[in-house]
């Protein structure tokens, strides 16, 4: 996946400061099929880089804190990976809190978490089913937009093949 940063010059002129790979991404060994990208970030109050110097080092949580953001492309491996003899889902937790921190710490034994963000995702390639507090299921496809309002919920590949999803996670202030 390529990553195009923009930014400015000494003039105060526009100009793309980075193009290449998104350098903070992952592709899990627990987990062939597994990919997690944070190709930015930003903070609370912190100031447009007009310099376009790459945040995503410094990231110390996947979990934004309220007015900060996180924008973060998943490829998700088809459900039935994980029901691989060969899956470890120990070590599989270990890799997620290792690449995924804040987040990982809120995800349940069966994927469901709730995070205090509001999540804009879309659905960038393959079909993806969204689960919800009360079972109910809704299917997505590629192009389709998802607004998670800080609701606990889970991803769910039932297809054969990867899905991949963008998300940018607003961090909120929780309404109790």
């Given at each position: ?30 987990l062939?099929?597994w ?32 007015g900060g953001?996180r ?9 039935s990976?994980?029901?691989d ?26 994927g469901?978490h709730t995070?205090?963000?509001v ?6 390639q393959?079909?993806?089913v ?9 299917q ?7 607004i ?6 889970g ?8 899905v ?9 202030e929780?309404?109790?």
């Amino acid at each position: 996946m390529r990553r195009v940063v923009t930014g400015h010059d000494e003039s105060g002129r526009s100009v793309i400061v980075s193009d290449g790979p998104v350098p903070r991404s992952r592709e899990f060994t627990s987990l062939p099929g597994w990919v997690s990208r944070l190709p930015w970030a930003t903070e609370p109050g912190e100031p447009i880089s007009r310099s376009g110097e790459d945040p995503t080092p410094k990231v110390t949580s996947l979990l934004p804190a309220p007015g900060g953001t996180r924008f973060v492309v998943l490829t998700f491996p088809p459900d039935s990976a994980m029901a691989d003899p060969a899956f470890d889902p120990v070590a599989f937790d270990r890799e997620q809190r290792a690449d995924s921190p804040g987040i990982a710490d809120l995800m349940e034994p069966d994927g469901m978490h709730t995070t205090p963000t509001v999540d804009y995702g879309i659905v960038l390639q393959g079909e993806i089913v969204l689960e919800l507090d009360d079972g109910r299921c809704t299917q997505l496809s590629a192009g389709d937009l998802v607004i998670q309002n800080g609701t606990r919920h889970g991803w769910r590949n039932r297809s054969d093949q990867p899905v991949t999803m963008a998300f940018v996670l607003v961090g909120t202030e929780s309404d109790g």
